[in-house]
C-alpha cells in the first residue's frame, strides 16, 4: 500500500466529457488517474488512446449501478493507494427524446443509474477520502428547470436547508413510485426523468457539504456542476467540445487547499448557480 501516492477517480470516462476530465487531469493533477468504466474493453481503449497523447491514465471497471463492483474499487483503492484525493461523479444515462421506453422504466433506471448509482459510489468511497480531498458530480441545468416545473411542496423539500440523505432518498424513490401509480403529475411531478434525477444529484451535494462540515477530516469539498451544451453520445447536437465541457469540473477538482469555497454549491461555468431556499423565496437561475 502507497499512502503517499496520490490518486483521482473519474466515474464513466470512457467517453465524453468524462475521459475529456481525465486527459485534463493527467496534465494537472501531481498523482494516478483512473479511467472506469462499466465496459473493459472500452476502458482500456479509452486509456490507449490517451496514451498516444503521452498521457497515462490508468483503468479500472466499474458500473455504478453494481454494488459489487464499486466495493471492488474500494477495496482496490483501499489497498493500492490507502485512500483517494479526487471524486468526480460522471456516470449517467439518458434516454433519447423519442425513446418509446415506457417513461415508468425511464424513471426507475435513470434514476437508478444517475441518482442511486452515484449515492451508492459516495457511500463506499467517502471513508476513503484524505483530509484536503475534492469531490465533483457532474450534474445539469436540467435539474434546476426540472424544479422549477414541479409542485410547490416538492420544491421545498427538495431545497430544504435541512434535508438529509435519507429524506432525499425517500423523496427519489416516491417519484418512482408515483410515476409507476400513474400519480405523477398529480403530485407535482416534472416529467422529466432525466431531470428528476439530476436534481437528485444537486440536493445531494448540499446535503453532503453540510454532513461533511461535522467531519474531523479537514478541508473535503463538495461540489457539482453543469457542463453546458456539451455534443457527446448523450446530445449529439451540443455546440461545446467534450474538453470545454470538462472545464468546470476540472476547476472544482483541482480547488486550491485550504481553497475553503465554493462548499456544497451547484456551479455553471465555473460560477455558482444560487438555487437552495435563501430566505426570500424562489432565487435560482433555471437556465
Known amino acids: 500500500m502507497s499512502d503517499s501516492k496520490r490518486v483521482a477517480v473519474v466515474t464513466g470516462s470512457n467517453k465524453g466529457i468524462g475521459f475529456a476530465t481525465v486527459r485534463a487531469l493527467c496534465k494537472n493533477f501531481d498523482g494516478d488517474v483512473y479511467v472506469t468504466a462499466r465496459d473493459e474493453g472500452r476502458g482500456q481503449q479509452a486509456v490507449q488512446d490517451l496514451e498516444k497523447e503521452n498521457l497515462h491514465p490508468k483503468f479500472h471497471q466499474l458500473d455504478i449501478t453494481s454494488k459489487e463492483s464499486i466495493d471492488k474499487l474500494k ?4 489497498k493500492n493507494y490507502g485512500g483517494l484525493d479526487i ?3 460522471n456516470a449517467a444515462i439518458a434516454y433519447k427524446m423519442k425513446s418509446t421506453v415506457p417513461f415508468s422504466e425511464q424513471a426507475e433506471v435513470s434514476l437508478g443509474c444517475n441518482f442511486f448509482g452515484t449515492v451508492d459510489v459516495c457511500d463506499a468511497l467517502f471513508p476513503l477520502l484524505r ?3 475534492r ?6 441545468r436540467a435539474g434546476t428547470i426540472t424544479l422549477g416545473n414541479m409542485g410547490k411542496e416538492l420544491v421545498s423539500k427538495f431545497r430544504s436547508s435541512t434535508l438529509t440523505q435519507t429524506e432525499l432518498i425517500s423523496l427519489m424513490n416516491q417519484f418512482v413510485s408515483d410515476v409507476k401509480a400513474g400519480n405523477r403529475d ?3 411531478w416534472h416529467n422529466s426523468a432525466y431531470g428528476t434525477s439530476k436534481l437528485g444529484v444537486i440536493a445531494l451535494t448540499a446535503v453532503q457539504a453540510r454532513a461533511m462540515a461535522g467531519d474531523s477530516r479537514e478541508d473535503i469539498l463538495i461540489n457539482c456542476c453543469c457542463p453546458g451544451n456539451v455534443a457527446t453520445d448523450m446530445y449529439p447536437q451540443g455546440l461545446k467540445t467534450p474538453d470545454q465541457g470538462a472545464e468546470t469540473p476540472v476547476y472544482l477538482a483541482l480547488l486550491p487547499v485550504n481553497a475553503g469555497k465554493p462548499q456544497g454549491e451547484f456551479l455553471g461555468e465555473k460560477k455558482v448557480i444560487p438555487w ?3 430566505g426570500a423565496g424562489m432565487n435560482f437561475d433555471p437556465l
Open 131 to 133: 483530509p484536503h480531498s
Open 87 to 89: 471524486l468526480v461523479n
Open 135 to 140: 469531490v465533483v458530480h457532474v450534474a445539469s
Open 186 to 188: 398529480a403530485n407535482g
Open 75 to 78: 477495496e482496490f483503492l483501499e
Open 276 to 278: 437552495l431556499i435563501d
